[in-house]
């Protein structure tokens, strides 16, 4: 379990053809009746070198089937399908070489967390920049190893809000 209400799935993909940071994957569940449904979850994992397995980091929706059932229900051994990778344009490459800047909100940091992976795994110099908003510091992704990343990684720097100060979700804008 990343949060409460996330968890990361290590699945063993055999045949996997691999990924870029950033691609996703389309995800089928097929109930012993027949009926099935699908959806699509960012891939967390960095490289296609990962053994064979992909990394997907699932937020639990609220009267959602398919992520109540693979946050609450699916064990080691259980079927899924995947379809993809797919996605190519919001992907990062090694060679790239300008500045980057990543903004997420909530289980939006998964494909950055790849690319985040992606570029530590080859030691790439390129700066980065990660903006990161959660309703609460339980509610983060990957809290722990964005932590340690700040701690060992120079040029990465990170910020918290004031302990126990509340405020209405959504944008503050200002009337002139």
Known sequence: METPTARTLVLEVPDWPGHRPGQHVDVRLTAPDGYSTQRSYSIASAWPGDAGTVELTVQRVPDGEVSTYL???????????????????????????APVLLVAGG??????????????????????????????????????????????????TSGTSTPGRRRRAGRNHRSG
Request: net charge positive.
């Open 71 to 97: 946050t609450d229900t699916y064990a080691v051994g259980d079927p899924v399908e995947l379809r993809g990778p797919v996605g190519g344009w919001f992907v990062w490459r090694e060679t790239q070489t």
């Open 107 to 156: 289980s939006g940091v998964v494909p950055l967390m790849a690319m985040i992976r992606a570029r530590g795994a080859v030691r790439g110099r390129q700066p980065f920049r990660l903006i990161y908003s959660v309703r609460t510091p339980q509610d983060a992704c990957f809290a722990g190893e964005l932590a340690r990343r700040v701690r060992t990684i120079p040029g990465w």
